[in-house]
């Protein structure tokens, strides 16, 4: 306060006629105080006053609430010798916050004994407001989504990532690559990996033909209801069931206490509706506030900078990286991992049994610069600091803690379908139609979580427009992208139609699709085999007789057929399923959405994530075995969280399925 005093002609802490040193200190000390007590008082309160407002406005009210706090103090200061226009109490509040908060940071970092201390207290009081929990051992999964098996060793090799380099010195970790299905996302991925089925998710979006509607897993009405769908298959809530927390994530995995869970983001808000619980639980502390609001900002500026260094650059592949994605890449990489991390801090403390939670930073900045970028480099680097903060909590927590960080699918470099051939798939579809081809190509949508979550803290609808299709007698096809994966829906013909039925309406359309150097192989269902893949010169394989290691599957690798054969049992399978191109050498494919590091379908690192398990823990699966779905790794998960109640009675792989 003085250092302001002395900077800013508005902030005054004497009386005009002027006064001693020592009363000026003494000013200074009761301003401080009042402000402090104000600010751990009353700004809770005005959080919870605020529960209305989206996420990130109150971001940006975080600086005005806080110079009216000072402006209070201020005025209670008994010495009535301070004073301050509002503008500068504003920037006054703003740097005395962001300085006691980086003053707490750097006792953190440089002394171990004091942040003990602050964890010690902080998990004392919350101990006291929560009943007692038994001494068994919880289990905190982390999702790191996005980072590939071959990302994560990249980054322990490179030194970016010294938490989990730390694990694997110590042995204390073991480290399992599994295989993704055929729809190589989010929204697949952990549907089947908190819930135990991903039945009927083909894609990151898709057309039902009954409801007229294109599903979306980012959507939170699509979100709901797939959830609903997978906990009416499997007929259990979830792997959260029991004293669980679910954080950051799609779904809820019937999860008692969830933050920033997207299907449930549109009901009402009430008691069943913590959707958005988490930002406001973070922001009641106004130093978590101004710190990241501050870090927000400065994302902004840095990815400005960096999006402006490959332009200038002329660095290839490269997609547009303007208009809002760098407030889209702050709040995922900034807020969102803040929150979430702070939420997982808070469920640790008061010892829940399991805590899922999901830090999408990686892969939003991966998407935009690249998987093995130097951007994206960067954001593993804080993503591996969060891990240190979460098992230093975790030291504090009144259970012994297991933490398991995994990832729900990589991602594959490439540059787009459009940049490559000048046209999107859509064009492509319209070409082989018979219909119109606009002469300049538009970009296809692209969806990701981070921007799910903003949308979802500014209560937005999460999808852009098409959300209903009405179709007529003589409707156009219908195609989404889901990274390299693309969908071909025709919205007038009720069922999926068969191979015979597309070459009679456009006999052009399968021939032109199959034999683009762009896309790797079709499925379509067939009246003749029941469904075939397509590939270059004629080529078709029937599904049944589909072998990895030849015909259109062959660069795909070991376990393709077996995913497409999967999702061609799907009831919601589109009219023509296309996979993109893929070169094995390189890894590379080609999007169909504005990505440069895409996921999706299948090809390359996209469908190889890792599980990073204690080996407290039983082996994911026995020596010689792979990992194979997400289905399979929710057994995986939900056999840990039993062993962590004790030796338990071997069962059996049938047994272990049912359950």
């Known amino acids: ?11 005054q802490l004497q009386s005009p006629d002027g ?10 000390a009761l301003g401080a105080g009042a402000f402090g007590v104000l600010s751990a008082v009353v700004w809770p309160l005005l959080v919870r006053l605020l529960l209305l407002v989206p996420a990130l406005v109150l971001g940006l009210l975080v600086f005005f609430l806080n110079g009216s ?25 703003a740097v005395m916050s962001a300085v006691a908060s980086a003053t707490g940071g750097a006792l953190a970092v440089r002394d171990d004994d004091a942040y003990r201390r602050r964890l010690s207290r902080l998990a004392t009081r919350r101990r006291r407001s929560h009943p007692p929990c038994p001494a068994v051992p919880g289990t905190v999964f982390l999702q790191l989504d996005g980072v590939g098996h071959d990302v994560l060793t990249a ?53 039902e033909k009954e409801h007229r509607e294109v599903m979306v897993c980012n959507r939170p ?20 069931t029991l004293d669980g927390a679910s954080r950051g994530n799609l779904f809820s995995g019937g999860a008692d206490e969830q933050a920033l869970v997207l299907s449930i983001a549109t009901r009402r808000r009430g008691r069943e509706n913590r959707s958005r619980a988490g930002y406001f639980a973070y922001f009641s502390d106004p130093a978590n506030a101004v710190r990241t609001a501050l870090s927000f900002f400065a994302e902004v500026v840095r990815e400005i900078g960096q999006s402006s260094t490959a332009r200038l650059r002329k660095q290839r592949p490269r997609v547009n990286r303007g208009g809002l994605y760098p407030f889209v890449r702050a709040f995922a990489t900034v807020v969102e991992r803040d929150v979430v991390v702070a939420a997982v801090m808070g469920d640790l403390l008061v010892g829940r049994s399991a805590v899922y939670a999901d830090l999408v930073a990686y892969d939003e900045v991966a998407h935009h610069s690249g998987p093995h970028s130097r951007d994206a480099e960067k954001v593993l680097q804080r993503l591996d600091r969060a891990l240190a903060l979460i098992e230093k909590a975790a030291e504090h927590a009144p259970r012994p803690y297991r933490i398991v960080v995994l990832s729900d699918h990589g991602q594959s470099p490439g540059e787009t379908f459009r940049a490559r051939y000048g046209l999107t798939l859509g064009d492509l579809v319209r070409a082989g139609c018979g219909l119109p081809v606009p002469r300049r190509a538009e970009r296809t949508h692209s969806g990701t979580e981070a921007r799910a979550a903003v949308r979802a803290a500014l209560r937005r609808p999460v999808e852009e427009g098409g959300e209903k299709h009405r179709p007529t007698r003589h409707s156009e096809p219908i195609v989404l992208a889901s990274g390299n994966l693309g969908l071909i829906s025709f919205p007038d013909v009720p069922h999926r139609m068969t191979k015979e039925e597309i070459d009679a309406r456009y006999p052009a359309l399968l021939t032109t699709l199959a034999n683009h150097p762009g896309v790797g192989f079709l499925l ?31 660069v795909f690798g070991a ?13 919601h399978t589109a009219d023509v399923m296309v996979n993109s191109w893929y070169d094995p050498e390189d890894g590379e494919v080609l999007a169909f959405e504005e990505q440069i590091g895409s996921h999706g379908g299948l090809g390359g690192a996209q469908g190889r994530p890792f599980l990073l398990s204690p080996v407290d823990f039983s082996a ?35 047994e272990e399925k049912a359950a």
Do not use: C
């Not at 979100?223 to 809530?237: I, M």
């Not at 376990?559 to 009831?571: E, L, Q, V």
């Not at 075995?625 to 792989?653: K, N």
């Open 19 to 28: 006064d001693s040193a020592t009363r000026i200190a003494v000013t200074a």
């Open 1 to 11: 306060m003085l250092v302001l005093a002395g900077i800013l002609p508005d902030f």
């Open 69 to 93: 706090l000072l402006l209070v103090a201020l005025r209670i200061n008994p010495s009535g010798q301070s004073e301050a226009a509002p503008e500068t109490a504003v920037i006054v509040a």
């Open 155 to 207: 980054a322990v090799d490179k030194g970016l990532m010294p938490t989990v380099a730390r694990w694997f010195q110590d042995s204390t970790h073991r480290l399992t690559p599994w295989r993704t299905d055929w729809s190589s996302q989010t929204g697949a991925s952990q549907l089947g990996i908190l819930h135990g089925s991903n039945f009927d998710v083909p894609a990151f979006r898709w057309y």
């Open 620 to 654: 994911p699966v026995g020596e010689g075995e792979e990992l194979v779905g997400a289905e399979a790794v929710h057994r995986v998960l939900r056999r840990w969280i039993r062993e962590a109640d004790g030796p338990q009675v071997p069962v059996t792989e049938e």
């Open 221 to 240: 009405t699509s979100a709901a209801e797939l959830q609903r769908r997978a906990v009416e298959r499997t007929a259990d809530g979830g792997l959260l």
């Open 559 to 571: 376990g393709a057929a077996d995913a497409i054969r999967r999702t061609h049992s799907f009831p």
């Open 524 to 554: 379509v269902r067939s009246a003749a085999h029941g469904g075939v893949v397509l590939g270059a010169y004629g080529a078709e394989v029937p599904v049944e007789r589909l072998d990895g290691d030849a015909g259109p599957l062959a």
